[in-house]
């Protein structure tokens, strides 16, 4: 249906972001998506490259895609071609950021004062708006129906996708020497109104610390200036690779 080479099947570029672009194909219904090495952080104000990191995103989130549709989670994902592209479904993407986290890091411990490091008793589900301009704001369910970017059911399908998700890649990640402390998913729905996962899995958009010795294993490292950035990333894609069965 498709040919390999997404020079050939590389349409109309429909969207533009700061580490990903989507392209039209021949097929209405399939899109292309093309990681790219760009990396941002804090909105934008720090820019960068991470060395072959499209390489390693495409491959990681290809791997833990295909780990979680395996394990009956719906997804976008449809296949990877020349090493940085992913043949996608074309969905409606709701415009929302579902993250949970299970370690507090980041905005949860700048937020609330909590050390970085701290295990949370309970995991938290957060909900933002998709929106750079606005900084991404963080909102609620009343926000969301108020500004109709789904149904009641469509939220509460996304919220126990993510937790399932939690359940699913936590254990994935402890088999390979990785705690998730926390990430961050984007969900759309499908032309037969099915959600799915969407988007990306990745060290750009999860946090992953060693288990053994705490090393941050993640874009932590770009956004903090830690140094071995692409070392991490491949070092992700290595254990995802090996601890394949
Ligand atoms: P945060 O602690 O900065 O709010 O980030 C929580 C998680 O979400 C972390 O794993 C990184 C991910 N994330 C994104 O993927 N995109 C973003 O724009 C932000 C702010 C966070
Ligand atoms: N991707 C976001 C940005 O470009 C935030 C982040 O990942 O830190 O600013």
Sequence with gaps: MLASDPVDIRGEKVYEGKAKALFRTENPDVLL??????????????????????????????????????EGMPTHYLGTIEDRYHLVRHMDMFGLEVVVRNIAAGSLARRLGMEEGTVLPKPVLELYLKADELGDPWINGYHIAAMELCTPEELASMEAAAWEINRLLSGRLEEIGLVLVDYKLEFGRDPEGTVRLGDEITPDTCRFWDSVSGDKMDKDRFRQDLGGVEDAYREVLTRLERGRA
């Design 33 to 70: 998506m093309e990681f790219k090495d760009d990396a941002t952080a804090f909105d934008g104000k720090k820019k960068g490259t991470i060395v072959e990191k499209g390489y390693f995103n495409a491959h990681i989130s290809a791997l833990l895609n295909t780990f979680l549709e395996d």
